[in-house]
């Protein structure tokens, strides 16, 4: 069974840099367009960035363009999120999701940032 | 990019049916068929029950279809359970490789 698993969470001060990852124990996620999609706590769910299966398309919630980024390590069948200038309002679990009907999730990951 | 407008909650008994509704713009809802629904339980991570506007997953029961209208999206429980009580979201793609979530509502089996 194919399955997502996100990692790179934790506790950072505001202005600070964290780099979550996505991968796919055991499966490939190279023919497929991930997204990463956040919740801060007790609140609703948020689409924060998606990238083609290769990385050369990537786009980006207003809210976090500039300051995330996007990519895929295809030899290491990874994805990552590179969250630069961090406040304290990007707080939540961050989940990745594949293809555009984000038919799988993984189970979070949770980044707090404070102030 | 403002979120979707979904209602807060939504109730019903056990076997009756309950609509919940998404509502956005022709930028979005009303200009493609990329909408679809998520259902959430408490601390665990979302799980896809419609997409393309309303088309099943495999494994997901036909008590869940979804339709659209303009720029409303439905989502139909039928035949309400117990386990049906969660949170619901919507979703769609709102062109130049943007998506947007609807706000959730929390659905109560009473």
């Known amino acids: 069974e194919v399955q997502l698993a996100e990692s790179g969470g934790g506790l950072v001060q505001s202005g600070g840099s964290l780099r979550l990852s996505c991968e796919a124990p055991?499966?490939?996620?190279?023919?497929?367009?991930i997204h990463w999609v956040r919740q801060p706590p007790g609140k609703g769910l948020m689409w924060v960035s998606r990238v083609r299966y290769d990385g050369t398309v990537t786009s980006y919630a207003d809210s976090v363009r500039g300051r995330f980024t996007v990519s895929r390590d295809t030899a290491k069948n990874t994805v990552h999120l590179q969250m630069n200038n961090l406040r304290v309002d990007d707080t939540a679990v961050y989940y990745c999701?594949?293809?555009?009907?984000?038919?799988?999730w993984g189970q979070g990951t949770l980044v707090i940032v404070s102030s | 990019q403002s979120a979707l407008t979904q209602p807060p909650s939504a109730s019903g008994s056990p076997g009756q049916s309950v609509t919940i509704s998404c509502t956005g713009s022709?930028?979005?809802?009303?200009?493609?068929?990329?909408v679809s629904w998520y259902q959430q339980h408490p601390g665990k991570a979302p799980k896809l029950i419609i997409y393309e506007v309303n088309k099943r997953p495999s494994g997901v029961p036909n008590r869940f279809s979804g339709s659209k209208s303009g720029n409303t999206a439905y989502l139909l429980v039928s035949g309400l359970q117990a386990e049906d009580e969660a949170d619901y979201y919507c979703n769609s793609h709102a062109g130049s490789n943007i998506w947007i979530f609807g706000g959730g509502t929390k659905l109560a089996v009473l």
């Open positions: 999701a594949r293809t555009d009907w984000f038919d799988l």
């Open positions: 055991g499966s490939s996620l190279s023919r497929n367009w």
């Open positions: 022709s930028s979005d809802v009303g200009g493609y068929n990329f």
